[in-house]
Nanobody
């Protein structure tokens, strides 16, 4: 069984920083893209940032210059460094992995984490 496990959410004041982590657990052979989405109350889930194994990293316009996504391919881990946080960044943040190849399995899968809550408030 493979799964994504997130950590790092919490309460932070406006202007503060948080770092989210997402680790893919199980018999992972490779992952093409890892990314972060978020869903605020009453809103649709939206892409925050994504990073393919090869190619261009993508960011939502609202987080450009403030958030940075990174990956450690050897550890099947993705990070989201969030700086200059704003109240409108409050949401449940979900890790996503696309093109997940499981060892011994010829199929590709898409995985979602359970979500971690980020609250930006004074």
């Amino acid at each position: 069984q493979v799964q994504l496990v997130e950590s790092g959410g919490g309460l932070v004041q406006p202007g503060g920083s948080l770092r989210l982590s997402c680790v893919a657990r199980g018999s992972i052979y490779s992952i093409w893209t890892m990314g972060w989405y978020r869903q605020a109350p009453g809103k649709q889930r939206e892409l925050v940032a994504s990073m393919p194994s090869v190619g261009t990293t993508d960011y939502a316009d609202s987080v450009k210059g403030r958030f940075t996504i990174s990956r450690d391919a050897l550890k099947d881990t993705a990070y989201l460094q969030m700086n200059s946080l704003r109240p409108e960044d409050t949401a449940v943040y979900y890790c996503n992995a696309k093109g997940v190849v499981v060892t011994g399995d010829g199929n590709e899968y898409e995985l979602w984490g359970q979500g971690t809550l980020v609250t930006v408030s004074s």
